[in-house]
């Protein structure tokens, strides 16, 4: 039985129904670009559409994983992230917020801070070895993702003798590790995109159901990927139906987050699928 509990800022919430992550970047250089969002106006505009749209929770990152982006300073990256997390602290309290870092500095100023309730950590502590320790300092919920390399080395990473095994190994000892650190509340992220090619990512969506084993609630992210535009011969832009074919294929396999740029969308699919069930 999936553990379908999460404590998100002392409040026990109970994962009912897949929940819809919607993504805020602010960042210059993600992707997606109609994803940026720089100005505290394009940022309230976005918390507001999020908002309004369904989204469960919030997902900000101040640093680009996209393959080749360019790396930032520890402080240039609290820098981006500064002006969304004060306007959703100020103005948008009733909200959850998750950060995108694997930056254990960074986790540790957002949630003491700010009230941020979830960190998202596209290494899972591969890129910071103080990461684990925080997290369980802090007693947030901790969202892993799978990657080999580093953002800007990944797609020189994706060769497996057996691509699942792998990946299922090196959760085990991830959430081995995080156990033994009295951490609770942990989501696991496939890593659609990182360090996978075009048909492993593929490979990967088909084989959902074997994450679990772990009992634990999955985080999808394939929102406008290349993995969707590149079969589809389309651009990012032009990728919102083969998100949502994938979205709910996710759904129907168990996933219990999406992480989305479009929140509607993604949410009238929750809704279809939830009905469906």
């Known amino acids: 039985m999936i ?32 994803s940026r969002k720089q100005t505290e106006h394009d940022i309230h505009n976005r918390i507001e559409q999020i908002i309004n749209e369904g989204g469960d929770l919030i997902d900000v990152g101040g640093y680009s994983s996209r393959p080749n982006a360019v ?21 948008y309290p009733q909200i959850p917020i998750s950060v995108d870092t694997f930056r254990a500095s960074i986790a540790r100023q957002s949630v003491e801070q700010y009230g941020v309730a979830l960190i998202n950590d596209i290494a899972a502590g591969e890129m910071d070895a103080a990461m684990f ?18 953002p800007q080395t990944m797609q ?11 990946i299922i190994l090196y959760f085990s000892r ?15 992220d496939p890593g659609f995109g990182f360090s996978k090619t075009l048909d492993q990512n593929y490979e990967l969506m088909k084989q959902l159901k074997a994450f679990d084993l772990f009992d634990l609630p999955l985080l999808v992210g394939v929102s406008r990927k ?8 389309a651009t990012p832009e032009d990728s919102l139906a083969g ?5 709910t294929y996710a759904l129907l396999q168990g996933a219990s ?9 993604a949410a009238d699919v929750v809704k279809i699928v939830t009905k469906l069930k």
Not at 133 to 150: N, S
Not at 174 to 188: C, F, P, Q
């Open 257 to 265: 987050f999406l992480r989305v740029h479009d929140v509607k969308a």
């Open 243 to 247: 998100t949502t074919a994938l979205h």
């Open 174 to 188: 991830k959430v081995r590790a995080l156990r033994l650190l009295g951490v609770k509340d942990i989501i696991l």
């Open 226 to 233: 290349r993995m969707v535009y590149q079969l589809l011969d």
């Open 71 to 91: 790396d930032v300073s520890v402080v240039e990256e609290m820098n981006r992230l500064r002006l969304a997390l004060e306007i959703l602290m100020k103005h």
């Open 156 to 166: 020189q990473h994706t060769d497996y003798e057996n691509m699942m095994e792998e």
């Open 133 to 150: 320790r925080t997290i369980a300092d802090l007693g947030v919920p901790y969202c892993m993702m799978h990657l080999k390399g580093t």
């Open 3 to 34: 553990n379908n509990t999460l404590n998100l800022n002392g409040s026990l919430v109970r994962i009912s129904r897949p929940m819809v992550m919607g993504i805020l970047n602010v960042t210059p250089d993600s992707f997606y670009a109609n």
